[in-house]
């Protein structure tokens, strides 16, 4: 069981990140959990928490980001690493770090970094040496 229930991140366009999430997400092996239409986005991997909330803020300000910080999640190959990379630039996210080794942080670190479309930013990293 996962000590972290679950993770919210904030959207000015739920359309947008569902797309965006679809595929980043997904390329990790989360799937988005059915949900009516008025409720925010919400993304499992194999029915196991944490759950991943997308929302817009309950507030009605405008979702933003938090300087200095992420989310990072782990990628069971490094070519999800690659996959989650690609997908985020191509359904609108900018890289914060091309997939690659990051040996500062451990000898089979393996990650990217990235920016969804409203500044969250979010990681894939694999600990596997392949």
């Given amino acids: 069981?996962?000590?972290?229930?679950?993770?919210?991140?904030?959207?000015?366009?739920?359309a947008r990140s569902a797309t965006f999430y679809d595929a980043v997400?997904?390329?990790i092996g989360f799937?988005?959990?059915?949900?009516?239409?008025e409720k925010p986005l919400a993304y499992e991997r194999d029915g196991q928490m944490p759950t991943i909330y997308?929302?817009?803020?309950?507030?009605?300000?405008p979702a933003t980001w938090g300087n200095g910080t992420h989310?990072?999640?782990i990628a069971e190959t490094r070519s999800q690493v690659h996959a989650f990379h690609d997908?985020?630039?191509?359904?609108?996210?900018?890289?914060?770090?091309?997939p690659g080794p990051r040996p500062h942080y451990?000898?089979?670190y393996y990650a990217a970094y990235v920016r969804d479309p409203d500044g969250n930013k979010l990681q894939a990293v694999c600990y596997s040496p392949e």
């Avoid at 000590?3 to 000015?12: E, F, K, V």
């Avoid at 799937?31 to 239409?37: Q, S």
């Avoid at 997908?87 to 091309?98: D, I, P, R, V």
Wanted: with cysteine; glycine share 14%; net charge neutral.
């Fill in 71 to 73: 989310v990072a999640f």
């Fill in 54 to 61: 997308i929302y817009t803020p309950e507030d009605g300000r």
């Fill in 87 to 98: 997908h985020a630039l191509n359904c609108g996210g900018t890289s914060e770090g091309s």
């Fill in 106 to 108: 451990g000898p089979n």
């Fill in 31 to 37: 799937a988005r959990l059915p949900k009516p239409p």
């Fill in 25 to 27: 997400l997904g390329a």
């Fill in 1 to 14: 069981m996962s000590i972290i229930s679950h993770i919210t991140l904030g959207t000015n366009d739920k």
